[in-house]
């Protein structure tokens, strides 16, 4: 290993320094990636079967370390024991999901007089934030190897016990060598020679809006194949229908998901001027029950953010909502009470938030939502639209015709209906600002994928 740089990992509960983690450098990354070249033809030319057969292999490996992605979760990123445990069960189901797709998928298909054959696109760089690392990985990884591309990853520099643990995993399932690249480091070192190098054909990548446009930008070069799953900014639309008792809890849990560090939190929460005062009653009274705390405790529903910059950014935005006149119903600024140490947040919800507020505009990537009023269902329609982003809606109603033609004019890759359920055989992405490409299913394992037509005459 070439570079030398040292930082600590901090856990968030504690705020105890856990462990070092030694980055690696641009030469490290240019080795990963001619590694993965020179794995490429041959692993481009397995079979569907021996593919399979991989991913069977990779996924008892992950599961075998379930309970040390879990606590490692907790320990390094201060995620919620239930969650944790989620992210830990998903990480190995990713790889079942992935032969499942595969097994059932036509590489050759006849269109017209021509044989159309998808071939594995290359190389694939991976790379991936720091709110669901060991899930990111694994469903990253699945698709690339499932569609037949060797692959170099670069987890996010704040994650390295997650990523050490799944890269074990991963080591044991005894991938043919170079298949299988990880390389710790700064975006803007390995980050920047992965979207650069020509030995790169498609970047995979997670995270914010604005390194997905320099990734774009850079690997604009060398015509890399893109796919980006950004930033959100979702609506959460409670239609006047909807049985407030069970969708203000609902929205309230996809709103704090993953202790407001997620892509799809439901943050902008729209509730129409008839029910707006018995909306807020329930409001205060769910967030009342929440218990923010040590995560290793199961009885937790919201552990401390990744790091300090997170809590003084959530901070700002806080200030930045009363600033704006916002009203505060539940939470605001500084630490909960009886825990001085950590970086933990209240659980915070506005009300009187206007859209263009910027606290209804940006995403603040913590326990903080807004409540805004609509005057009826156009007006909420072009309320949840009038965003960047568009990543994953919500609807609520005791109608699911009705919540569906809502959901029609959603402008968000996934709308999500009185509640909250992953479905892996289904495309995941981003409208608009919120992404390029989808994953999962056919879908991922086609953004691994180039077609070729032959034509014979
Ligand atoms: P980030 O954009 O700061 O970093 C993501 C990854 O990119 C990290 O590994 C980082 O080191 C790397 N990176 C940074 N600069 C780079 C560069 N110039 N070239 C290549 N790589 C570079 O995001 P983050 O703070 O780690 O994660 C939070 C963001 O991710 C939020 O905006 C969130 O919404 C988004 N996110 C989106 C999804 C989704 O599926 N749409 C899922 C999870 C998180």
């Avoid at 850079?218 to 799953?229: D, F, H, I, N």
């Amino acid at each position: 290993m070439q570079g030398t740089e040292v930082i600590e990992t901090i856990n968030p509960a504690t705020e105890q320094v856990i462990g070092t983690v030694t980055l690696g450098n641009q030469e490290d990354m240019r080795r990963a990636i001619a590694a993965a070249q020179r794995a490429q033809p041959a692993f481009g030319r397995t079979t569907k079967l021996e593919r399979i057969a991989m991913l069977k292999r990779l996924q008892a490996a992950v599961l075998a370390r379930t309970d040390d992605i879990r606590d490692a979760t907790i320990e390094e990123y201060g995620g919620a024991f239930s969650r944790a445990q989620w992210v830990s069960q998903y990480a190995s189901q990713c790889f079942a999901h992935a032969a499942d797709t595969l097994d059932a998928y036509a590489f050759t298909r006849q269109m017209g007089a021509a044989t159309v054959v998808m071939e594995p696109v290359g190389v694939a760089g991976l790379v991936t934030p720091w709110n669901s690392t060991a899930g990111s990985i694994c469903s990253k990884l699945a698709s690339a190897l499932a569609a037949g591309c060797a692959t170099v990853t670069k987890p996010s520099e704040l994650s390295p016990i997650q990523t050490q643990i799944v890269a074990e995993a991963l080591h044991a399932a005894g991938l043919p060598s170079g298949v299988i690249n990880i390389v710790n480091g700064r975006g803007a070192d390995v980050g920047t020679e992965m979207s650069t190098n020509p030995g790169i054909a498609k970047i995979s990548f997670t995270g914010s809006t604005a390194t997905g446009k320099s990734i774009m930008r850079a690997g604009a070069e060398t015509m890399k194949r893109v796919s980006l799953a950004l930033t959100g900014k979702s609506a959460t639309v409670i239609l006047d229908d909807a049985d407030f008792a069970q969708a203000i809890p609902a929205a309230l849990s996809a709103g704090f998901l993953n202790n407001g560090q997620a892509c799809i939190a439901g943050t902008r929460i729209l509730v129409s001027r008839a029910r707006h005062a018995e909306a807020i009653e329930r409001v205060v009274a769910e967030v009342a029950k929440l218990r923010v705390g040590d995560p290793r405790d199961p009885a937790t529903a919201m552990g401390p953010l990744v790091n300090q910059a997170q809590y003084e950014r959530i901070q700002h935005f806080i200030r930045r909502g009363l600033e704006e006149g916002a009203t505060l119903v539940a939470g605001g600024e500084g630490r909960p009470e009886g825990l001085p140490r950590g970086y933990f947040v209240k659980p915070t919800v506005f009300d009187n938030v206007r859209n263009d507020m910027d606290i209804a505009r940006e995403e603040i990537f913590g326990p903080v939502l807004s409540i805004l009023t609509y005057e009826d269902e156009d007006d909420a329609v072009r309320i949840a639209n009038d965003s960047l982003y568009g990543l994953q809606a919500y609807v609520f109603s005791s109608d699911p015709a009705h919540a569906n033609r809502i959901a029609a004019r959603l402008e968000a890759g996934t709308v999500m209906i009185n509640g909250m359920k992953a479905e892996f055989a289904a495309p995941f992405g981003g409208f608009k600002q919120s992404g390029i490409g989808r994953e999962f299913g056919v879908f991922g394992l086609e953004a691994f994928l180039e077609a070729k037509t032959i034509v014979s005459v």
